[in-house]
């Protein structure tokens, strides 16, 4: 019995401390993998912050230069009609201008470069609303008159302020195109450690059953053990499984893999949400109908050999955005779509789809902002240019006479 105590405490000895040091490694793994998500989690929604605060600055900035251009318009039409809306209309463009102004101190406080040019900016809008109070002052002291000569000015004013402006978009451009740079290599950098972290705990895991086979496979007492072993093993490998699921269903992101063959092997919740439907068994030419898978158009059917999971279940590596019909989302779900080969001898595919309808939006928003403030500048000019015309047959007429 001692023997036995003894040749059990020998095989127990190194067993325990390998178990010990695998547990020590696995919980400083788990401390390390933790705080590097966490880390990442919180660059991810500060890359975000600071890609929506560019689309407000970009936004803000747009309306300041029409609302300028609005005053300029309303104080030079007053001038020429003496009608009191049009007043009440520049009084209002001209407070609105000032709450611009501000708005943009406070947005870009963080920006040295576009502070100088708000710098330059404001001098500018004093000049054009000085201007625009000397034409309506004019027709306090004349009454109507058509300022023929003050259409140069008007134009010289107008053109610096939207150079300036310009000048300012283009900067806050350059910031966007840097920060969603920035914010996808976040994100990139968020799978690669939940992915490393779940391969690495597997991993773990591994060893520990291999060390465990080998040094319970002396003899027929250890074997016996093994059995037990084993099944407390099997039973934490599922458990690890059961968490690994449960890290891909709280994914933000949808999380799409498949074997070479197209036979999807995770599919996870997100992306069950996202594309309004389970993953079915389906060839993958029968995906685009199925799915409801459009160009971003939204009309054009997604080619089925160009899908970004098929390109990428044939070695490409591809980013795209599209968009799904999804049965639950009356507008459907714009995406973006980053698809890998599978490395090793399992092969296949990945894909992560990225929810970007609302980045989507934004960006037709300011198109239509942009559209809005053209065709007011357009139809401001035709204005100018009748007006024009018109002084100008008078002035004939009254040369005639």
């Not at 500018?124 to 023929?148: C, H, M, N, W």
């Not at 350059?174 to 920060?179: A, C, F, I, P, Y």
């Not at 059961?242 to 999380?255: A, F, K, P, R, T």
Request: charged letters at 25%.
């Amino acid at each position: 019995m001692a023997e036995r105590k003894r040749f059990d405490a020998s095989l127990g000895g190194p067993l325990r401390h390998r178990v010990t040091g695998g547990l020590i490694v696995a919980v400083l793994l788990t401390v390390f993998l933790s705080f590097s998500s966490w880390r990442s989690a919180r660059r991810a929604e500060q890359d975000a912050y600071w890609v929506s605060h560019t689309y407000e600055v970009m936004a803000t900035i747009q309306l300041a230069s029409r609302h300028v251009i609005e005053a300029e318009t309303s104080a030079r039409a007053f001038a020429l009609t003496g009608q009191e809306p049009l007043l009440v209309h520049y009084q209002t463009a001209r407070k609105t201008i000032y709450q611009d102004e501000d708005a943009l101190r406070h947005l870009t406080a963080d920006n040295l470069s576009q502070q100088r040019r708000l710098e330059v900016l404001e001098p500018q809008v004093r000049t054009a609303l000085e201007f625009a109070d000397s034409i309506i002052a004019k027709y306090r002291q004349l009454g109507p008159y058509p300022g023929g000569n003050d259409a140069l000015e008007i134009e010289r004013v107008i053109d610096a302020v939207r150079a300036t402006t310009r000048d300012m978009h283009a900067e806050e451009i350059r910031l966007l195109s840097q920060r969603t740079q920035r914010a996808t290599a976040g994100q990139r950098l968020t799978r690669i450690i939940a992915v490393a972290g779940v391969f690495l705990e597997v991993g773990l895991w591994v060893l520990a059953f291999l060390v465990v086979i080998r040094e319970i496979d002396v003899n027929a007492r250890v074997r016996a053990q093994l059995d037990t072993v084993n099944t407390e093993l099997e039973q934490r490998v599922e458990q690890q499984t059961l968490m690994l699921q449960c890290v891909l269903d709280s994914m933000g992101e949808g999380l799409i893999a498949a074997d070479p063959e197209g036979h999807f092997l995770i599919w996870n919740d997100s992306a069950t949400k996202l594309m309004g439907r389970e993953g079915s068994d389906l060839p993958t030419e029968q995906w685009t109908p199925h799915y409801k898978v459009f160009l971003p158009d939204g009309i054009t059917p997604y080619p089925p050999d160009r899908l970004p999971l098929v390109r990428a279940l044939h070695g490409e590596s591809v980013q795209v955005e599209l968009m799904i019909e999804n049965p639950e989302r009356a507008n459907g779900v714009f995406l973006e779509v980053t698809a890998r080969p599978l490395k090793g001898n399992l092969g296949g595919g990945v894909a992560v789809l990225r929810d970007i309808t609302e980045r989507k939006a934004a960006e037709r928003e300011v198109q239509a902002l942009n559209q809005n403030l053209e065709a007011r500048v357009i139809e401001r000019t035709a204005e100018m240019k009748a007006a024009n015309k018109e002084l100008e047959a008078f002035t004939y007429s009254e040369i005639g006479r």
